[in-house]
């Protein structure tokens, strides 16, 4: 017997048409490419998508078109997000931190129709003229006052031209909520990059769940920061989630990485609630250290992308009384699979370390995601807070397959193989101990990178820290420290030991430790573990007397 309840479609335009009748004058503040700041309320959110949307079609745009965009976290790529897939486009967004040629690879392989660029990244499209012939549309996501010039690029359009004189109202058409709405591709550390499709319906769940109490720490009446780039898995959905809960959104544009801005944004725009990769919390909170400023009304860092490291957790606590909520998730998750946010009970009544090892794991999975943990011949593990295996997720809001990919590893039995390694303990909560391309194999068991860095981040010399292996005769691999210094001071190895003795066992100990004057990045923000293999190449413990 079927259920008597409509039918009716999960589709995106509902959460512009919500946002704008009920939180209408609740404010999107964007920090512009070409300086100064925009503010407007959702509903002329609303208006101005309803233009682009009509201006699209205007210009010939057709259902499942791709529409690349090169752009920071402002107005215009929100407009963009709601505006194309509102009218059945497939919003498509770019990492400017690519390679040039990823980036054109990326641009051929999706399809691209339209590039929305700021005017930050025309040098960058510029160099890639020879490989665009395939697009027709590209337009500079400024006004007039502002556009450039280009020799290399004919018939630029402007962004504001295409929205003017449009109507400010559209009837956002129905169809099938599983039609594509966005497109972003993995960074592809191996391989080409791969593209994750996302749907209407997928989108509307992830937003449903990512604005669940347990997941999102904010509401009616705060201000959401999104620090992290709407070019990274659809800017963590809270360019979806935040409209749904009416928050207030403060996108930073192009000052990102910017610790001055952020705090400034942080104390004037009132934000409570913020979201980024470790990385921008390190400059953060070092700049308010030197800077003796504080965080205003902040009172959560929503922490993702990479491990958070108790340290952050710690510093924003003591110094600023923010609570940290590390989530898990990826690209292909939409990206978010689970989230370490505990409840008042826990705050209350658990010691500072218990809560903070705590809020160090990755938390609880949404609901909508399951998760499991496997062994290499996929037989299940037990959820006993010591068997580690291989993360497999399945759900609503889980990529089902690569965009034009025939066959992927990743995908078996209606499960997906996420790449992490992890332990879940009784209670389900889950613990990322690495990645299966960054585990450490010594003498046939795994000794977790991510945990060993932890520590090393605790230590006061240590502005940031990698664990790596590195080939040893004896016990295949062992742990190799790799230090980015906080201060001059360059503890020896003798150090490190007696740092680690007690943290963690013995034999997980690193073996030696280098010092580097920068660390090297990904595209997202994470410490590049691939780069420093290949610096480290010929790198030889010395204890590994064989090997010399
Ligand atoms: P990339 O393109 O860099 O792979 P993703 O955002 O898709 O970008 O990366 C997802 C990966 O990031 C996860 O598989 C996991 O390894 C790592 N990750 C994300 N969040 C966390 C977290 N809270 N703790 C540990 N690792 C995380």
Known sequence: MQGLMMDRPLLISSILQYAASYYGDTEIVSVNTEGGEHRYGYRAMAQR?????????????????????????????????????????????????LFPEQIAWIIKHAEDRWLFTETTFLPLLE???????????????????????????????????????????????????HTAAA??????????????LYSHRSTLLHAYGAAMGDMLAAGRGDAILAVVPMFHAAGWGLPYAGPIVGAKLVLPGP????????????ETEGVTYAAGVPTIWMALLGYL?????????????????AACPPSIIREFHERHGVITAQGWGMTETSPLGSMALLSRAEHESLSDEARIARQAMQGRAAFGVEMRIVDDSHAELPWDGVASGRLQVRGPWVCSAYFRTEHSS????????????????????????????????SGGEWISSIELENHAMAHPAVAQAAVIARPHTKWTERPLLIVLPAKDQQPSIDEWRKHFTGR???????????????????????????????????????????NQ
Not at 139 to 168: I, N, W
């Open 255 to 266: 000052k990102m990485a910017d610790g001055e801005t952020l705090q400034r944004l942080i």
């Open 289 to 305: 250290r030197e800077s003796g400023k504080t965080l205003g009304r902040m009172r959560y860092a929503g922490v993702g992308g």
């Open 410 to 441: 990743a995908h078996r039995d209606g499960w997906f193989d996420t790449g992490d390694v992890a332990i879940i303990h009784p209670d389900g909560w889950l613990q990322i101990t690495d990645r299966t391309k960054d585990v450490i194999k």
């Open 183 to 196: 497109l972003c591709y993995t960074s592809g550390t191996t391989g080409h990059p791969k593209g994750v």
């Open 49 to 97: 998508s309803a233009q682009l949307a009509h201006g699209l079609l205007a210009h010939g745009m057709k259902t499942g078109e791709r529409v690349g965009t090169l752009a920071w976290n402002n107005h215009r790529h929100l407009e963009l997000y709601y505006g194309v897939s509102g009218v059945g486009g497939v919003v498509h967004t770019l990492n400017p931190r």
């Open 127 to 177: 160099a890639l003229a020879d490989h665009l012939d395939r697009v027709r549309h590209i337009v500079v996501m400024t006004d007039r006052a502002h556009m450039p010039e280009s020799s290399r690029l004919k018939q630029l359009m402007c962004y504001e031209d295409l929205l003017e004189g449009q109507p400010e109202t559209i009837d956002w058409p129905e169809f099938d909520e």
């Open 504 to 546: 963690v066992a013995d034999w997980w100990i690193p073996d030696d430790v280098v010092y580097v004057e920068e660390m090297p990045h990904t595209a997202t923000g994470k410490v590049n573990k691939l780069a420093l293999r290949e610096r480290y190449a010929d790198f030889r413990f010395s204890n590994d007397r064989e």
